[in-house]
Nanobody, 125 residues
């Protein structure tokens, strides 16, 4: 499984960006895929996850109402629409996949198996 993230950039506070993660390789029927981020000097953290089958979504509390995760099965692509961005959202954003999510409702970087290279999001104040 290969994941390729794109869409990062520089935006002013209050602005929007949409990240994309294109997947290739195996099919993803039962996967959970998501976005994680790592700010300078901080640990990588969960942002949002979506179950490929069914589309159930999970969000970090601080991004609820501002970020929306979605997927396009035909394109094997996952998205993260980020609105009302804040300077504290500045980080490298990574897409990742968990091929055996089971009944999990919590998502740590450690349970994700496949990772894409990150894309930098910078939000200026």
């Amino acid at each position: 499984v290969q994941l390729q993230a794109s869409g990062g950039g520089l935006v002013q506070a209050g602005g929007s960006l949409r990240l994309s993660c294109a997947a290739s390789g195996r099919t993803f029927t039962n996967y959970a895929m998501g976005w994680f981020r790592q700010a300078p000097g901080k640990e990588r953290e969960f942002v949002a996850v979506i179950r490929w089958y069914g589309g159930t979504t999970y969000y970090k509390d601080s991004v609820k109402g501002r970020f929306t995760i979605s997927r396009d099965g035909a394109k094997k692509t996952m998205y993260l629409q980020m609105n009302n961005l804040k300077p504290e959202d500045t980080a490298v954003y990574y897409c990742a996949a968990d091929p055996e999510p089971g009944y999990s409702t919590t998502w740590s970087p450690g349970r994700m198996i496949y990772w894409g290279e990150g894309t930098l999001v910078t939000v200026s104040s």
